[in-house]
C-alpha cells in the first residue's frame, strides 16, 4: 500500500493536479467535497467531441480530472540578446605576398639558386657579380656561369585574385628549379641569400653555411647573400670553411 505522501510524489512525477480514485484508499486523505460536484463546462468552453462525434459526457457524480500539461519556455531575454549580438569569428586574412627576386644559374656540375640584390639581373660589373665569380673561382668552378631563364620575380602579378603567399611562392620556386634539375642534375645546388633559402628549401638563416639533401633537387648548401657578404666581410670566413667541406662533391664529379 501507499501512503499518502508516497502516493503524490508519484501524481506530482506525472504531471497530475488533480485526481478521484475509483475505490477509497487506505491512508488516503479525506475528499474535498468540492471535487464531489459534476463538471461544467466554462462559458464559452466547447467540449471536444468523443470518437463518435458526440460530446462524452462526465461520469456522474465524477469531476473530470484535470492535467497540467507542461509549456517549453521561451529562452531568456538576455539569453536571446546575446546569441544574436555574439560576433562572428575573425575570418583570417590571406598573408600579403613576399618580394624577392632570384637567378637561377649553372657553373660546372652546381646549379646556384642566387638573391638578386637590387632586383634587376646581373651586370657585368656589379659589385655583386664580381664577388660570385670570386666565390666560384675559389670553388674551382668556372667563373661564368651561364644564365638559367629570366630572373624570378615576386610577386609574379601586380594584380589580381590569383594567391601570391609565402606558400605560393615557395611552391613555384621549388617547381622552377626541380624543372631545370631534372633536365640537367647537379652535384650540389647553391641557395646564396635568404629568400632563396627560405623558398627552395623552406629554412632560415640558421642554416648558413650548412649542407643537406633536399627531396627532388639533390644536395644543397645554404650561403649568406652577396650583399650581406659585402656589408659583413668578416663571414667569407665561415664561407670558405663551408666551401672547403663542400668541394670534394662537384670534383670528383668533374673528374
Known sequence: MLTETRRRAYLNAMQIVQWLPRAEL??????????LEPWLPAPGEAEAPGPGGDKPAPPPGRPRPKVAVPRPQAAPAAIAEAVATEPAPPVA??????RFALQLLRAGRCLLLVELPTGEAFQSRDPAYLLLKDLLR??????APRLIGEPVRWPLLARGN???GPQAAQDFVQGFVAAQYEAEPCACLWLVGLPALR??????DSAFYNDWPLEGLGCAWALPGLELLMDEPQRKAAVWHSMRRMMPRWELLDE
Request: charged share 15%.
Open 162 to 164: 590569383l594567391d601570391q
Open 138 to 143: 675559389a670553388a674551382g668552378l668556372p667563373d
Open 26 to 35: 487506505p491512508f488516503a486523505a479525506p475528499s474535498r467535497p468540492q471535487l
Open 93 to 98: 586574412k590571406p598573408a600579403p605576398p613576399p
Open 199 to 204: 623558398y627552395a628549401a623552406g629554412a632560415d
